[in-house]
Protein backbone atom coordinates (compact mmCIF):
# COMPACT_ATOMS: atom_id res chain seq x y z
CA UNK A 1 0.00 0.00 0.00
CA UNK A 2 1.27 3.78 -0.90
CA UNK A 3 2.00 5.66 2.30
CA UNK A 4 1.15 9.15 3.05
CA UNK A 5 4.29 11.23 2.80
CA UNK A 6 4.73 13.67 5.47
CA UNK A 7 8.41 14.15 5.79
CA UNK A 8 9.13 17.44 4.02
CA UNK A 9 9.06 17.04 0.17
CA UNK A 10 8.61 20.19 -0.96
CA UNK A 11 11.04 21.64 -3.04
CA UNK A 12 11.46 25.93 -1.73
CA UNK A 13 8.87 25.44 1.12
CA UNK A 14 9.38 28.92 1.76
CA UNK A 15 8.64 29.95 -1.96
CA UNK A 16 5.60 27.30 -1.98
CA UNK A 17 4.23 29.21 1.43
CA UNK A 18 4.49 32.49 -0.41
CA UNK A 19 2.77 31.53 -3.48
CA UNK A 20 0.49 29.91 -1.37
CA UNK A 21 -0.32 33.08 0.44
CA UNK A 22 -0.42 35.45 -2.76
CA UNK A 23 -2.98 33.34 -4.26
CA UNK A 24 -4.90 34.73 -1.54
CA UNK A 25 -4.28 37.98 -1.12
CA UNK A 26 -6.37 40.37 -1.79
CA UNK A 27 -9.36 37.75 -1.60
CA UNK A 28 -12.41 37.83 1.04
CA UNK A 29 -12.76 34.48 2.81
CA UNK A 30 -15.92 33.42 0.90
CA UNK A 31 -13.64 33.32 -1.98
CA UNK A 32 -10.45 31.95 0.12
CA UNK A 33 -12.52 29.15 1.51
CA UNK A 34 -13.57 28.26 -2.46
CA UNK A 35 -9.99 28.09 -3.67
CA UNK A 36 -9.48 26.25 -0.95
CA UNK A 37 -11.40 23.62 -1.96
CA UNK A 38 -11.21 23.70 -5.60
CA UNK A 39 -7.49 22.97 -4.58
CA UNK A 40 -7.87 19.89 -2.34
CA UNK A 41 -10.12 18.72 -4.94
CA UNK A 42 -7.34 19.38 -7.84
CA UNK A 43 -4.82 17.74 -5.56
CA UNK A 44 -7.18 14.55 -4.29
CA UNK A 45 -7.90 13.82 -8.44
CA UNK A 46 -4.09 13.99 -8.95
CA UNK A 47 -3.17 11.61 -6.13
CA UNK A 48 -5.99 9.39 -7.53
CA UNK A 49 -4.87 6.61 -4.59
CA UNK A 50 -8.16 6.52 -2.23
CA UNK A 51 -6.51 4.71 0.77
CA UNK A 52 -3.64 7.36 0.40
CA UNK A 53 -6.21 10.39 0.77
CA UNK A 54 -7.59 8.59 3.73
CA UNK A 55 -4.55 9.19 5.71
CA UNK A 56 -4.34 12.66 4.40
CA UNK A 57 -8.34 12.99 6.43
CA UNK A 58 -6.99 11.37 9.22
CA UNK A 59 -3.61 13.28 9.17
CA UNK A 60 -5.37 16.59 9.28
CA UNK A 61 -7.66 15.74 11.34
CA UNK A 62 -5.28 15.14 14.07
CA UNK A 63 -3.04 17.76 13.08
CA UNK A 64 -2.42 19.84 15.83
CA UNK A 65 -3.46 17.32 18.49
CA UNK A 66 0.02 16.01 19.67
CA UNK A 67 0.39 12.35 20.69
CA UNK A 68 3.22 13.17 22.77
CA UNK A 69 1.61 15.09 25.24
CA UNK A 70 3.09 16.39 28.59
CA UNK A 71 0.17 15.60 30.44
CA UNK A 72 -0.30 12.74 32.71
CA UNK A 73 -2.51 9.99 31.17
CA UNK A 74 -6.28 11.39 31.70
CA UNK A 75 -5.42 14.48 33.15
CA UNK A 76 -6.95 17.47 30.74
CA UNK A 77 -5.27 20.22 29.61
CA UNK A 78 -7.58 22.34 32.04
CA UNK A 79 -6.95 20.08 34.61
CA UNK A 80 -3.65 20.34 34.56
CA UNK A 81 -3.69 24.22 35.05
Do not use: C, W
Request: no cysteine; net charge negative.
Amino acid sequence: MTMLITDPNIADPDGFYAELLALHEGRDKHRSDAINARLVLILANHIGDRAVLRQAFDFAADAGHSTDSHQPSGETEKESR
